[in-house]
């Protein structure tokens, strides 16, 4: 099956640096791949797809300059979170689709900012 | 606009009890739908992945079903473990689109 690899899984950052968090395809292609915000008890928020070699698409009231995105290979997409805040404090997942596996998910990266 | 509903919120069983786990949708143009577990801190695991033209799939303890044209699919577990605890979402991809559409999830508790 499918298998999404997502680094780091935790991460503490100062107020006003930037944070990298990278989602990898192990064994298939995945040319669009979507990443997700979760606050506690609360279900997943798509924040922005992302496809391969092209701009991402980013869903209403997400700042794209805020949250950066690349995908500049069939594998690897990566979230960067600039200038990060408190309020930017949450959980992060990323996902890509393989038929006919449906959608596999990484396990998530958890930010905390301080 | 897909809206995904699912019930109940939460549910706390003994072990070995049969679990019945509820998801509606509103609008029935589905490709497929899949249900998945978190655990607390955790990504996602797919359970299941039910095409539109299928009317349920089973994998072990798990038996989800689909009703397309009624909006609505259940996830049966048997036999309860307290490994089974955690939140199970439901999640149909509509036709034509690329992004998932999730319920807000049943927090399942399952005491030894």
């Known amino acids: 099956g499918a298998v999404v690899s997502q680094h780091p899984s935790w991460v503490i950052c100062k107020s006003g640096t930037s944070v990298k968090i990278e989602c990898r395809s192990l064994?298939?292609?995945?040319?669009?791949m979507f990443w997700y915000r979760q606050f506690p008890k609360q279900s997943l928020m798509l924040m922005a797809t992302?496809?391969?070699?092209?701009?991402?698409?980013?869903e209403q009231g997400v700042e794209k300059d805020k949250f950066l995105i690349n995908h500049a290979s069939l594998t690897l997409s990566t979230l960067t979170v600039t200038s990060a805040h408190p309020e930017d404090s949450s959980f992060y997942i990323c996902?890509?689709?393989?038929?006919?596996?449906?959608?596999?998910f990484g396990s998530g990266t958890r930010l905390t900012v301080v | 606009k897909q809206e995904v509903t699912q019930i109940p919120a939460a549910l706390s069983v003994p072990e070995g009890e049969n679990l019945v786990l509820n998801c509606s949708f509103t609008?029935?143009?589905?490709?497929?739908l899949q249900w998945f577990r978190q655990d607390p801190g955790k990504g996602l695991t797919s359970l299941l992945l039910?095409?539109?033209?299928?009317r349920e799939q089973t994998s072990g303890r798990l038996n989800a079903s689909l009703d397309k044209s009624s909006g609505r699919s259940t996830l049966y577990i048997a036999a309860s473990q307290p490994g089974d605890s955690a939140t199970y979402l439901c999640?149909?991809?509509?036709?034509?689109?690329?992004?998932?559409?999730f319920g807000t999830g049943t927090r399942l508790l399952v005491s030894p």
């Open positions: 996902s890509a689709l393989q038929t006919p596996y449906g959608y596999t």
């Open positions: 064994d298939f292609q995945a040319t669009t």
């Open positions: 992302s496809n391969e070699g092209s701009k991402a698409t980013y």
């Open positions: 609008d029935s143009a589905i490709y497929n």
């Open positions: 999640a149909p991809l509509n036709t034509g689109f690329q992004k998932l559409v």
């Open positions: 039910i095409q539109s033209s299928q």
